[in-house]
């Protein structure tokens, strides 16, 4: 059975960094795309970024671009979500889900969702 569980959300001031991870159980990150997703309050759940079973990196919101990026930890399988720069409208419940399609491009490609952990950025 596939698990996704993320962690390592928090409080953080404008201009720090957080890292959130990600750990696959029930099959491995090196066949697995795993996507960072985000809901802020009364918002869409927004696609973040990716890395692919192969290890590219796909960071799909501009508004992150540049300050966040993705990579995995094969041994342990696991994903990490490495935000910097951190501003208040970064604000939100993160998401990491893994999908198994050929191409993962939006949030209907993702099979297995984590509940989620909440970041907020204060002013």
């Known amino acids: 059975q596939v698990q996704v569980v993320e962690s390592g959300g928090g409080l953080v001031q404008a201009g720090g960094s957080l890292t959130l991870s990600c750990a696959l159980s029930?099959?491995?990150?090196?066949?697995?795309?795993m996507g960072w997703f985000r809901r802020a309050p009364g918002q869409d759940r927004e696609f973040v970024a990716d890395?692919?079973?192969?290890?590219?990196?796909?960071v799909h919101a501009d508004s992150v671009k540049g300050r966040f990026t993705v990579y995995k930890d094969v041994p342990k399988n696991m994903v990490y979500l490495q935000m910097n720069s951190l501003k208040p409208e970064d604000t939100a419940n993160y998401y990491c889900?893994?999908?198994?399609?050929?191409?993962?491009?939006?949030?209907?490609?993702?099979?297995?969702w984590g509940q989620g952990t909440r970041v907020t950025v204060s002013s």
């Open positions: 890395i692919t079973w192969n290890g590219q990196i796909r």
């Open positions: 029930g099959h491995t990150v090196t066949a697995t795309t």
């Open positions: 889900a893994a999908s198994w399609a050929a191409s993962a491009r939006r949030e209907s490609d993702f099979d297995s």
